[in-house]
C-alpha cells in the first residue's frame, strides 16, 4: 500500500511540475497591447515597435537572480539578435526607476540600441496576457507579430537565439 502511494503522490507531483512548464498559446498569439515607462522616464508602447521586425519580449525583475543571470548569459549573444526587437518588462514601481537604470547600466544595455527596457507598474497588462507566474517569461514573435515561442521559464540561450532568429 505504501508503494502504491508513493508512486501515486511522484506521478502527481510530475504532473503539477509539468503543468507549471506548459504555456497556453492560444490566447497570446500576437503582441499585448503594452505600455511601458523607460529608464529614462519616458514612454514606449507597442505603438514605437519597428514594423516587420520580430520582437522578444522578456517579462522580468531587475532583483530577479534567474533574470540577472539570464542577461549574463545573453550580452554574448546580442550581436546575433541585432534585428530582433527586445522589450524587457518588469512590474517595479515607476517610483523605483533607480532598480531599472542600475540594470540597464549593469548589463550595460545603452550599446544595445534594439533593447528597451520598462515597468509596466500597477498596470499589469503585460503579466496578466501572459499569466506570468515567475520571471523571467518570455515572448518571442516574428517580423508579422505572430507568436513564435513563450517560455514560462529561461530556456538555454542557444535554442533562445534560435528561436529569435527564425523570426
Known amino acids: 500500500m505504501k508503494k502504491i502511494l508513493l508512486i501515486l503522490t511522484f506521478i502527481i507531483a510530475a504532473g503539477c511540475s509539468r503543468a507549471q512548464d506548459t504555456v497556453d498559446t492560444k490566447n497570446i498569439q500576437n503582441i499585448p497591447p ?10 514606449f508602447s507597442v505603438k514605437n515597435l519597428q514594423k516587420n521586425k520580430p520582437v522578444m519580449i522578456i517579462y522580468f525583475a531587475p532583483d530577479c537572480s534567474h533574470c540577472q543571470h539570464l542577461m549574463y548569459d545573453l550580452r554574448p ?6 534585428n530582433v526587437q527586445i522589450v524587457m518588462v518588469t512590474f517595479t514601481e515607476a517610483s523605483m526607476l533607480k532598480l531599472l537604470q542600475d540594470f540597464y547600466k ?62
Not at 144 to 167: D, F, I, M, N, T
Open 34 to 43: 503594452f505600455k511601458i515607462l523607460k529608464q529614462d522616464s519616458t514612454w
Open 77 to 82: 549573444h546580442m550581436k546575433e539578435l541585432k
Open 106 to 167: 549593469t548589463f550595460d544595455l545603452k550599446k544595445y540600441p534594439n533593447v528597451t527596457i520598462g515597468t509596466e507598474g500597477h498596470s499589469y497588462v503585460v503579466q496578466r496576457y501572459y499569466q506570468v507566474r515567475t520571471t523571467p517569461y518570455i515572448a518571442i514573435y516574428d517580423h508579422k507579430g505572430k507568436l513564435v515561442k513563450a517560455y514560462v521559464h529561461a530556456p538555454s540561450v542557444k535554442e533562445l537565439v534560435a528561436e529569435a532568429r527564425k523570426g
